[in-house]
C-alpha cells in the first residue's frame, strides 16, 4: 500500500539504470550515499526510480483544473492522488474553454501555489492546451469547438497574468494567419510552444518548428481519421529532427505499431512521456457528464465520447505509461524513465533529479515487473 514517508532512512533496491541492487541514503532532502547493499536497510523494494515529471495532467477523480469550479482543495487532492501514481511533478493543463473559465482555472492554481511551498514545487508550469486549435472535426478531438478560436496575444497576456507568469507551456494549431507570429512572441517570452490538435499542411508545420515549436503534443492523436498518405503532417512533425513528441502510452491512444515508430524515428532523447490524466482518471467505469457533455469510461481504462471514436484524455496515470511504453516500444527501464523523468525537466527547464549524491532525495520505491506493472510502494521525500 502506499504511504509517505519524510524520515530519513537508508533504502535497498535495484537501480532503474543498472538493474543492481543499491544501498541509498539520504539527509535533509539530500541523497548522501549510494553504496552495494549490506543487508542493513530501513525498506527494501523491487526498484528506486526519480519521481516522475508530466507535462499534461487535466485533473483527477472527477475533478478538472478546467472547472470554473476549481477551488484549491481540489488541487490539492488532484495532486496528492498524482503522488500515489509517482508523480513528483505535473503542470497543471487546462483545455479550450471561455476566457471566463480559463482566467478562473488559472488564477485558482496560482493561489494555490502562492499559499503553498509544497504545490508551487509539484506545480512549477502550467500548461495551456489550446483554445488556439484546429476546429476540424478528428484534429479537434474532444475539445469543444464553441470555443475553439485564433490566437489572440493579448487574451493569452490575460491568462498569463492570472497565473502568475507561470504558464510554461502552449499546445496550439500552427494554421491560423496569425500563428507563427504568436509562436515567436511566446518563445521570446521563454515559453515551450507545442504543435497539436492540428490540420496544418506539411509546409506550415515546417514554419512553425522553424519559428521556434519545440514539442508535438500527443503526436499521433488529436488527428483525422484519415489523412494522405505521404504527404500529412503526422509524417512532418516525425520527420522533424529538432521537434520532440510527447505520447500516451496507456494503450487505448496509439497502437503498439505507433508507439514503437515514434520511439524509435525520435529515440528516447527526444521523446516525452505523458498520460494526459483527464479528469475522469482513477473513476470506475461508467459514463459521467462535465462541462454539459457525456463521456464514458470503460472497464479497459478508456475515456472517450459515447458513439464516436474520439478520446478524451486518459484514464491512467504515468506509472501505467511507463510500463506501457516499455511493452510497445521495447525499450529499457532506464529509457522509459528518461522519458518521465530527464526529458520533461530537460523541456520545461526544471533542474535534472537523478539517482546520484547531492541530488534531490525524491524518489519512488516500486515492486514488480516492470514490463507489466508497477505497485508503488513508497513515496521518499524528506522536504515536505
Same mark, same amino acid.
Given at each position: 500500500?502506499?504511504?509517505?514517508?519524510?524520515?530519513?532512512?537508508?533504502?535497498?533496491?535495484?537501480?532503474?539504470?543498472?538493474?543492481?541492487?543499491?544501498?541509498?541514503?539520504?539527509?535533509?532532502?539530500?541523497?548522501?550515499?549510494?553504496?552495494?547493499?549490506?543487508?542493513?536497510?530501513?525498506?527494501?523494494?523491487?526498484?528506486?526510480?526519480?519521481?516522475?515529471?508530466?507535462?499534461?495532467?487535466?485533473?483527477?477523480?472527477?475533478?478538472?483544473?478546467?472547472?470554473?469550479?476549481?477551488?484549491?482543495?481540489?488541487?490539492?487532492?488532484?495532486?496528492?492522488?498524482?503522488?500515489?501514481?509517482?508523480?513528483?511533478?505535473?503542470?497543471?493543463?487546462?483545455?479550450?474553454?471561455?476566457?471566463?473559465?480559463?482566467?478562473?482555472?488559472?488564477?485558482?492554481?496560482?493561489?494555490?501555489?502562492?499559499?503553498?511551498?509544497?504545490?508551487?514545487?509539484?506545480?512549477?508550469?502550467?500548461?495551456?492546451?489550446?483554445?488556439?486549435?484546429?476546429?476540424?472535426?478528428?484534429?479537434?478531438?474532444?475539445?469543444?469547438?464553441?470555443?475553439?478560436?485564433?490566437?489572440?496575444?493579448?487574451?493569452?497576456?490575460?491568462?498569463?497574468?492570472?497565473?502568475?507568469?507561470?504558464?510554461?507551456?502552449?499546445?496550439?494549431?500552427?494554421?491560423?494567419?496569425?500563428?507563427?507570429?504568436?509562436?515567436?512572441?511566446?518563445?521570446?517570452?521563454?515559453?515551450?510552444?507545442?504543435?497539436?490538435?492540428?490540420? !496544418?499542411?506539411?509546409?506550415?508545420?515546417?514554419?512553425?518548428?522553424?519559428?521556434?515549436?519545440?514539442?508535438?503534443?500527443?503526436?499521433?492523436?488529436?488527428?483525422?481519421?484519415?489523412?494522405?498518405?505521404?504527404?500529412?503532417?503526422?509524417?512532418?512533425?516525425?520527420?522533424?529532427?529538432?521537434?520532440?513528441?510527447?505520447?500516451?502510452?496507456?494503450?487505448?491512444?496509439?497502437?503498439?505499431?505507433?508507439?514503437?515508430?515514434?520511439?524509435?524515428?525520435?529515440?528516447?532523447?527526444?521523446?516525452?512521456?505523458?498520460?494526459?490524466?483527464?479528469?475522469?482518471?482513477?473513476?470506475?467505469?461508467?459514463?459521467?457528464?462535465?462541462?454539459?457533455?457525456?463521456?464514458?469510461?470503460?472497464? !479497459?481504462?478508456?475515456?472517450?465520447?459515447?458513439?464516436?471514436?474520439?478520446?478524451?484524455? !486518459?484514464?491512467?496515470?504515468?506509472?501505467?505509461?511507463?510500463?506501457?511504453?516499455?511493452?510497445?516500444?521495447?525499450?529499457?527501464?532506464?529509457?522509459?524513465?528518461?522519458?518521465?523523468?530527464?526529458?520533461?525537466?530537460?523541456?520545461?527547464?526544471?533542474?535534472?533529479?537523478?539517482?546520484?549524491?547531492?541530488?534531490?532525495?525524491?524518489?519512488?520505491?516500486?515492486?514488480?515487473?516492470?514490463?507489466?506493472?508497477?505497485?508503488?510502494?513508497?513515496?521518499?521525500?524528506?522536504?515536505?
Amino acid at each position: 500500500m502506499y504511504k509517505q514517508d519524510k524520515r530519513m532512512r537508508r533504502i535497498e533496491a535495484r537501480d532503474y539504470r543498472t538493474r543492481q541492487r543499491v544501498a541509498v541514503e539520504s539527509e535533509n532532502g539530500r541523497i548522501t550515499d549510494i553504496s552495494p547493499p549490506t543487508g542493513q536497510a530501513d525498506r527494501r523494494a523491487d526498484w528506486i526510480v526519480p519521481a516522475f515529471v508530466d507535462v499534461q495532467i487535466n485533473g483527477c477523480l472527477g475533478m478538472s483544473f478546467n472547472s470554473c469550479e476549481l477551488t484549491i482543495e481540489q488541487v490539492e487532492r488532484i495532486v496528492a492522488e498524482c503522488r500515489k501514481h509517482g508523480i513528483g511533478v505535473l503542470c497543471p493543463t487546462l483545455v479550450t474553454n471561455s476566457a471566463e473559465a480559463l482566467l478562473h482555472g488559472f488564477a485558482t492554481l496560482r493561489e494555490a501555489c502562492e499559499s503553498s511551498a509544497q504545490l508551487s514545487r509539484r506545480m512549477p508550469k502550467f500548461h495551456l492546451e489550446g483554445p488556439y486549435l484546429s476546429g476540424e472535426d478528428g484534429p479537434r478531438g474532444a475539445h469543444p469547438k464553441s470555443h475553439i478560436r485564433p490566437p489572440d496575444w493579448d487574451e493569452f497576456c490575460r491568462f498569463q497574468e492570472a497565473a502568475g507568469g507561470r504558464i510554461g507551456m502552449v499546445t496550439l494549431a500552427p494554421e491560423y494567419d496569425n500563428a507563427l507570429s504568436f509562436i515567436e512572441r511566446l518563445c521570446q517570452a521563454g515559453i515551450v510552444v507545442a504543435i497539436g490538435h492540428t490540420a !496544418s499542411s506539411p509546409a506550415r508545420i515546417r514554419e512553425a518548428v522553424a519559428a521556434g515549436a519545440r514539442i508535438s503534443t500527443h503526436l499521433g492523436n488529436g488527428s483525422h481519421a484519415q489523412i494522405p498518405r505521404h504527404e500529412n503532417y503526422i509524417w512532418e512533425q516525425l520527420g522533424a529532427d529538432t521537434l520532440w513528441a510527447s505520447l500516451i502510452a496507456d494503450g487505448h491512444h496509439l497502437p503498439m505499431s505507433m508507439v514503437k515508430t515514434i520511439v524509435r524515428t525520435k529515440t528516447p532523447s527526444r521523446c516525452v512521456l505523458t498520460c494526459d490524466a483527464s479528469s475522469l482518471a482513477g473513476l470506475p467505469p461508467g459514463r459521467y457528464e462535465q462541462w454539459g457533455s457525456e463521456f464514458e469510461v470503460e472497464a !479497459s481504462g478508456r475515456v472517450g465520447v459515447p458513439g464516436t471514436p474520439f478520446l478524451a484524455g !486518459s484514464g491512467v496515470f504515468t506509472d501505467a505509461c511507463v510500463a506501457g511504453v516499455m511493452r510497445m516500444a521495447g525499450i529499457s527501464l532506464a529509457d522509459a524513465i528518461q522519458m518521465a523523468v530527464d526529458n520533461p525537466r530537460e523541456l520545461m527547464g526544471l533542474a535534472p533529479v537523478a539517482l546520484e549524491i547531492g541530488s534531490d532525495a525524491e524518489f519512488v520505491l516500486f515492486d514488480g515487473d516492470p514490463l507489466e506493472s508497477f505497485t508503488l510502494v513508497e513515496w521518499v521525500n524528506s522536504r515536505d
